[in-house]
C-alpha cells in the first residue's frame, strides 16, 4: 500500500513537471512572439496567463485526472488563475529581479524565464494539489 502511494505520488510529481514544461514553453513562445511590441514585462504578464491557460488544461486532464475541484469548470480555472498567481508572483519576480540585475538575462530573458519557473513551480503544486485538486474521483 505504502509503496503504490509513492508511485502515485511520483506520477502525479512527473505529470505535474510535464505541465511545468508545456507552461514554461508557452511562457517563452509568447513572451518572445510580444516583446518586442509591448516590452518585456507586459509581454511576460501577457505570456504567464496563456501559460495558466495551457497548465490548467493538462493539468486536469492529466495531472489530477483522479481528482476533482467540486467546481465547474469556470469557476475551477478562476480559482486556478488566482492560486497560480501567487506562484506567478514568485515566478515574475525572479524574473523581473533577474532582468533588471543582469544583462546577460536581459538580452536572454529565456533565462530568466527558467529561474521564475523553478521558483513558483513549488507554490503551485501545493496549491493545486490541496486547495483545488483535493478531492478523490469516485
Not at 511562457?27 to 504567464?48: C, H, I, M, P, Q
Not at 467540486?70 to 515574475?92: D, Q
Given at each position: 500500500?505504502?509503496?503504490?502511494?509513492?508511485?502515485?505520488?511520483?506520477?502525479?510529481?512527473?505529470?505535474?513537471?510535464?505541465?511545468?514544461?508545456?507552461?514554461?514553453?508557452?511562457?517563452?513562445?509568447?513572451?518572445?512572439?510580444?516583446?518586442?511590441?509591448?516590452?518585456?514585462?507586459?509581454?511576460?504578464?501577457?505570456?504567464?496567463?496563456?501559460?495558466?491557460?495551457?497548465?490548467?488544461?493538462?493539468?486536469?486532464?492529466?495531472?489530477?485526472?483522479?481528482?476533482?475541484?467540486?467546481?465547474?469548470?469556470?469557476?475551477?480555472?478562476g480559482l486556478y488563475l488566482a492560486l497560480m498567481t501567487i506562484g506567478g508572483s514568485v515566478n515574475y519576480g525572479v524574473f523581473a529581479l533577474l532582468v533588471s540585475s543582469s544583462p546577460l538575462v536581459a538580452s536572454r530573458p529565456v533565462l530568466?524565464?527558467?529561474?521564475?519557473?523553478?521558483?513558483?513551480?513549488?507554490?503551485?503544486?501545493?496549491?493545486?494539489?490541496?486547495?483545488?485538486?483535493?478531492?478523490?474521483?469516485?
Amino acid at each position: 500500500m505504502e509503496s503504490n502511494r509513492m508511485g502515485q505520488a511520483a506520477a502525479g510529481l512527473f505529470w505535474f513537471g510535464m505541465a511545468g514544461l508545456i507552461g514554461f514553453l508557452v511562457d517563452t513562445g509568447v513572451l518572445y512572439l510580444l516583446k518586442e511590441a509591448f516590452g518585456l514585462y507586459l509581454a511576460r504578464v501577457g505570456s504567464f496567463l496563456c501559460a495558466v491557460v495551457s497548465t490548467w488544461l493538462f493539468n486536469r486532464a492529466i495531472t489530477f485526472r483522479g481528482r476533482r475541484s467540486g467546481h465547474s469548470k469556470t469557476r475551477e480555472f478562476g480559482l486556478y488563475l488566482a492560486l497560480m498567481t501567487i506562484g506567478g508572483s514568485v515566478n515574475y519576480g525572479v524574473f523581473a529581479l533577474l532582468v533588471s540585475s543582469s544583462p546577460l538575462v536581459a538580452s536572454r530573458p529565456v533565462l530568466g524565464v527558467a529561474a521564475g519557473s523553478l521558483g513558483g513551480m513549488a507554490v503551485n503544486l501545493l496549491t493545486s494539489r490541496f486547495l483545488l485538486f483535493r478531492f478523490r474521483q469516485e
